[in-house]
Nanobody, 115 residues
């Protein structure tokens, strides 16, 4: 089971940056892809970004140009670098392995953008 664990959330001012990490032992050896999602309480979960086994990256329009997804194979970790953060980026951010690797969710990490 490739179980992701997120970290790196916190409180940041508008315009600031955060880097989220999603560590999943076995992620690399099992040729997994990873997806980032976010959810505000009471609203539907929103897809944010994905990275495939081959390194192909995709982004939601709402974060394109501000967020960057990457991975460190040696550390079995996927990162989400978030720049130029806006109050509307406030949410619980979670990562999920691709269905090929079971589609397992992490517990999430809270990001709050506020002055």
């Amino acid at each position: 089971r490739v179980q992701p664990v997120e970290s790196g959330g916190g409180l940041v001012q508008p315009g600031g940056s955060l880097r989220l990490s999603c560590t999943a032992p076995g992620f690399t050896s099992n040729n997994c892809g990873m997806n980032w999602y976010r959810q505000v309480a009471g609203k539907e979960r929103e897809w944010v970004s994905s990275i495939s086994t081959g390194g192909y990256k995709s982004y939601a329009d709402s974060v394109k140009g501000r967020f960057t997804i990457s991975k460190d194979k040696a550390k079995d970790t996927v990162y989400l670098q978030m720049n130029s953060l806006k109050p509307e980026d406030t949410a619980m951010y979670s990562c999920k392995t691709t269905m090929f690797c079971g589609g397992y969710w992490g517990q999430g990490t809270q990001v709050t953008v506020s002055s």
